[in-house]
């Protein structure tokens, strides 16, 4: 049933009008005219026979009285989370792998919806397990109104207990996205404790936070080529990225079965004993070389006579041989161009410097590599600055693979995806566990911010496909906008929510959700 307005001679009209079937057709019925559109409205009937009608509509009893301000706001809760999360989270079947594992415990709180409510803390705010049971009181998860801050800890031991066997599940259940699981990306970083580090995990390392005093643990993480997480792997801080990556490398085969697959890592795995251990194990690999520390790169390959192919705009190519060994070194004239500047910027300062207090120059790192020292006298090392040039904009890998000079360096190029990985991991996610006692625990909250980089990448893998690359802020900040909040009308309660933000529509179609009511009784 609706109004019409119906044309009659000189005059409009307004008519309540239904639709009704006859047959297999449908029909319209003249219910009633209200009378002639102008005279109503000069009488003001219009506006009586709405509110007279709004007194039986919930919707326009709730705007009069919002406009009269009358309603009473019981409390309010961001729904954007658990509705584009919550889709993703059953998307990757993870209440069912998670409950599988969880048949014949019997815990007295959901644990699946524990570890849900941490994941999602990851992705909007960044703290700890005790931040998170204090964030989760402003956003609505369904079934996790009743859980605290200990079911989040005992959560946390539980889910690092049996880590690898949730991502055993999740690579079972979407095997046919790693059906061209040809490449592998792979690196390490270190993350720091605030408190004791655990049972054994925490131990003291080389810090990559240049935090040397405190206790550390090695995450290890594997990317598909398309920067989808595999897995991750956490190890006692005393470890190095060399000795890390060959256990993984085992573990990964046995785990996931696989055979002919290219590792691709950085400089910092570049070792005799990685190289061997790769080869033994018939694994194809592409891995950057440190240029200065190795010797065999700097004298030969380096030196090596023979032209670049350009390969893209800013980026040329040669193949170099020593013995059966094959590299491939790369050149990037803007980079060459702007490390030949920095270095420019550099001897200029030392020039200026020189002359006021050259002592003061020694203990800076920037700046001894420069430095010539002989006796007390102290200048710029000209020699040393001709060898530096030799490095601009260059890069070197060593490979065993077959694939074209090309495709070996833009394969290696795509390594920043795991770079980007672990940036989120830090920066956005602030993973650092702060005052777990257990190790399980640590992994557990660990491997909660890796769940959570594989939402992400669902998403962001969601929105490309339909041409929308909006950044992770804004995505973060529009979902957390997104609110209901309650009132109380007349002894019943209803939902309001509020209007989509910025973005918010637009993840909204990319992962299939229907956009809540504006108003719904509760």
Request: charged share 30%; proline share 2%; aromatic share 8%.
């Given at each position: 049933?609706?109004?019409?307005?119906?044309?009659?001679?000189?005059?409009?009209?307004?008519?309540?009008?239904?639709?009704?079937?006859e047959?297999?057709?449908?029909?319209?019925?003249?219910?009633?005219?209200?009378?002639?559109?102008?005279?109503?409205?000069?009488?003001?009937?219009?506006?009586?026979?709405?509110?007279?009608?709004?007194?039986?509509?919930?919707?326009?009893?709730?705007?009069?009285?919002?406009?009269?301000?009358?309603?009473?706001?019981?409390g309010?809760?961001?729904?954007?989370?658990?509705?584009?999360?919550?889709?993703?989270?059953?998307?990757?079947?993870?209440?069912?792998?998670?409950?599988?594992?969880?048949?014949?415990?019997?815990?007295?709180?959901?644990?699946?919806?524990?570890?849900?409510?941490?994941?999602?803390?990851?992705?909007?705010?960044?703290?700890?397990d005790?931040?998170?049971?204090?964030?989760?009181?402003?956003?609505?998860?369904?079934?996790?109104e009743?859980?605290?801050?200990h079911?989040?800890?005992?959560?946390?031991?539980?889910?690092?207990?049996?880590?690898?066997?949730?991502?055993?599940?999740?690579?079972?259940?979407?095997?046919?996205l790693?059906?061209?699981?040809?490449?592998?990306?792979?690196?390490?970083?270190?993350?720091?404790?605030?408190?004791?580090?655990?049972?054994?995990?925490?131990?003291?390392?080389?810090?990559?936070?240049?935090?040397?005093?405190?206790?550390?643990?090695?995450?290890?993480?594997?990317?598909?080529?398309?920067?989808?997480?595999?897995?991750?792997?956490?190890?006692?801080?005393?470890?190095?990225?060399?000795?890390?990556?060959?256990?993984?490398?085992?573990?990964?085969?046995?785990?996931?079965?696989?055979?002919?697959v290219c590792?691709?890592a950085?400089?910092?795995?570049?070792?005799?004993?990685?190289?061997?251990?790769?080869?033994?194990?018939?694994?194809?690999?592409?891995?950057?070389?440190?240029?200065?520390?190795?010797?065999?790169?700097?004298?030969?390959?380096?030196?090596?006579?023979?032209?670049?192919?350009?390969?893209?705009?800013?980026?040329?190519?040669?193949?170099?041989?020593?013995?059966?060994?094959?590299?491939?070194?790369?050149?990037?004239?803007?980079?060459?161009?702007?490390?030949?500047?920095?270095?420019?910027?550099?001897?200029?300062?030392l020039?200026?410097?020189?002359?006021?207090n050259?002592?003061?120059?020694?203990?800076?790192?920037?700046?001894?590599?420069?430095?010539?020292?002989d006796?007390?006298?102290?200048?710029?090392?000209?020699?040393?600055?001709?060898?530096?040039?030799?490095?601009?904009?260059?890069?070197?890998?060593?490979?065993?693979?077959?694939?074209?000079?090309?495709?070996?360096?833009?394969r290696?190029?795509?390594?920043?995806?795991?770079?980007?990985?672990?940036?989120?991991?830090?920066?956005?996610?602030?993973?650092?566990?702060?005052?777990?006692?257990?190790?399980?625990?640590?992994?557990?909250?660990?491997?909660?911010?890796?769940?959570?980089?594989?939402?992400?990448?669902?998403?962001?893998?969601?929105?490309?496909?339909?041409?929308?690359?909006?950044?992770?802020?804004?995505?973060?900040?529009?979902?957390a906008?997104?609110?209901?909040?309650?009132?109380?009308?007349?002894?019943?309660?209803?939902?309001?929510?509020?209007?989509?933000?910025?973005?918010?529509?637009?993840?909204?179609?990319?992962?299939?959700?229907?956009?809540?009511?504006?108003?719904?009784?509760?």
């Amino acid at each position: 049933m609706f109004i019409r307005k119906k044309r009659a001679g000189r005059y409009d009209y307004l008519q309540v009008v239904e639709n009704h079937r006859e047959g297999s057709h449908t029909r319209q019925r003249v219910v009633a005219t209200l009378g002639r559109l102008d005279r109503l409205q000069a009488d003001g009937d219009i506006d009586t026979l709405m509110r007279s009608l709004g007194r039986f509509c919930a919707q326009v009893k709730l705007q009069e009285a919002h406009s009269r301000g009358e309603l009473r706001a019981l409390g309010a809760w961001s729904i954007g989370p658990e509705l584009i999360f919550g889709r993703l989270w059953d998307r990757l079947k993870l209440p069912a792998i998670i409950g599988g594992l969880l048949e014949g415990r019997k815990f007295e709180f959901d644990v699946e919806k524990a570890i849900f409510v941490t994941v999602l803390h990851r992705l909007f705010e960044a703290g700890s397990d005790r931040q998170a049971a204090r964030w989760m009181t402003g956003v609505s998860v369904a079934g996790a109104e009743g859980i605290q801050l200990h079911h989040l800890y005992r959560a946390m031991r539980w889910l690092g207990g049996v880590k690898d066997r949730v991502e055993d599940g999740l690579f079972s259940a979407h095997q046919d996205l790693f059906t061209e699981l040809s490449l592998v990306f792979f690196d390490t970083t270190s993350i720091y404790f605030e408190g004791r580090g655990g049972e054994t995990l925490g131990q003291l390392g080389c810090s990559k936070d240049r935090r040397g005093d405190h206790k550390q643990v090695v995450v290890g993480a594997l990317l598909t080529q398309t920067g989808r997480p595999i897995s991750c792997d956490v190890a006692p801080g005393n470890q190095t990225d060399v000795t890390a990556l060959l256990p993984m490398v085992d573990r990964a085969r046995a785990r996931f079965g696989l055979k002919r697959v290219c590792w691709v890592a950085d400089r910092g795995m570049c070792s005799k004993d990685i190289i061997e251990g790769l080869e033994e194990r018939q694994m194809e690999y592409i891995l950057g070389v440190r240029m200065r520390a190795v010797k065999e790169v700097w004298e030969e390959v380096l030196s090596r006579a023979g032209r670049y192919r350009d390969f893209e705009d800013n980026l040329k190519v040669k193949e170099v041989w020593v013995g059966d060994r094959r590299y491939v070194l790369c050149y990037n004239p803007e980079e060459a161009a702007k490390d030949k500047a920095d270095r420019e910027a550099i001897i200029e300062a030392l020039q200026e410097e020189l002359e006021r207090n050259p002592k003061a120059l020694v203990s800076n790192r920037g700046y001894r590599r420069f430095l010539k020292i002989d006796g007390k006298a102290i200048s710029i090392n000209k020699d040393k600055v001709a060898e530096e040039e030799r490095f601009d904009g260059r890069f070197v890998l060593r490979t065993n693979t077959t694939l074209p000079a090309d495709e070996v360096a833009l394969r290696y190029k795509e390594l920043w995806m795991v770079e980007a990985f672990f940036r989120a991991a830090k920066s956005l996610l602030e993973t650092r566990p702060v005052y777990h006692k257990y190790d399980d625990t640590i992994r557990g909250h660990i491997f909660s911010s890796f769940l959570a980089l594989l939402l992400r990448h669902e998403l962001m893998s969601l929105l490309a496909l339909r041409g929308e690359k909006p950044e992770w802020a804004d995505i973060v900040r529009d979902l957390a906008a997104l609110q209901e909040v309650e009132v109380e009308q007349d002894g019943r309660r209803y939902r309001l929510r509020l209007p989509l933000q910025g973005v918010c529509g637009k993840v909204f179609q990319a992962v299939g959700v229907a956009v809540p009511s504006p108003v719904r009784a509760v």
